[in-house]
């Protein structure tokens, strides 16, 4: 078991490295949270998406344009995080989140999760619906 997350870990590492980020969209943060009205920019790392079955994985980059304090002690100015898209489900799940200190995912890593989140369903007119648009073909 440990040595499938230390190889997901340097895929991380080794993938954030060399990725190239596309600029998918201009946002901002609607939530109730701490990071209400925060502008940001979403990028994807294309050479990463992969399919599975009839889901689609992919590395996504959200860069902040001021600091954000969300859940972590740490502020950060972006996070990367490996996102999985149900293509006939229109919903999306997270498996890997990290924070920054910097735009792009550089800087300080302020730190990480691993996991497998509850899906969630793809409201229109949101940040992830565009996402699975993108990564689905629709």
Same mark, same amino acid.
Request: glycine fraction near 8%.
């Given at each position: 078991?440990?040595?499938? %997350?230390? %190889?997901?870990? /340097? ?14 969209? !201009? ?5 109730? #949270?701490?990071?209400?009205?925060? /502008?940001?920019?979403?990028?994807? !790392? =294309? ?12 590395? *996504? ?15 950060? =100015? ?7 898209? !149900? ?14 200190? *910097?735009?792009? #995912? ?5 730190? *990480? ?8 369903? =793809? *409201?229109? !007119? ?13």
């Amino acid at each position: 078991m440990y040595k499938v %997350i230390l %190889i997901m870990l /340097l895929a991380a590492i080794s993938s954030s490295a060399t990725a190239t980020w596309t600029k998918i969209v !201009d946002a901002k943060d609607n939530t109730n #949270g701490p990071n209400q009205g925060s /502008l940001f920019s979403v990028f994807v !790392d =294309l050479d990463t998406m992969h399919n599975f079955n009839d889901s689609i994985k992919v590395w *996504e980059l959200y860069n902040y344009q001021t600091v954000q304090k969300g859940n972590s002690p740490n502020p950060y =100015l972006s996070l990367k995080v490996h996102t999985e898209y !149900d293509c006939s489900g229109r919903r999306s799940r997270e498996h890997y989140v990290a924070i920054f200190s *910097e735009n792009m #995912g550089t800087g300080k890593r302020g730190g *990480e999760k691993e996991y497998v989140h509850n899906w969630t369903l =793809l *409201e229109p !007119d949101t940040v992830g619906r565009k996402l699975w648009e993108l990564t689905c073909g629709r």
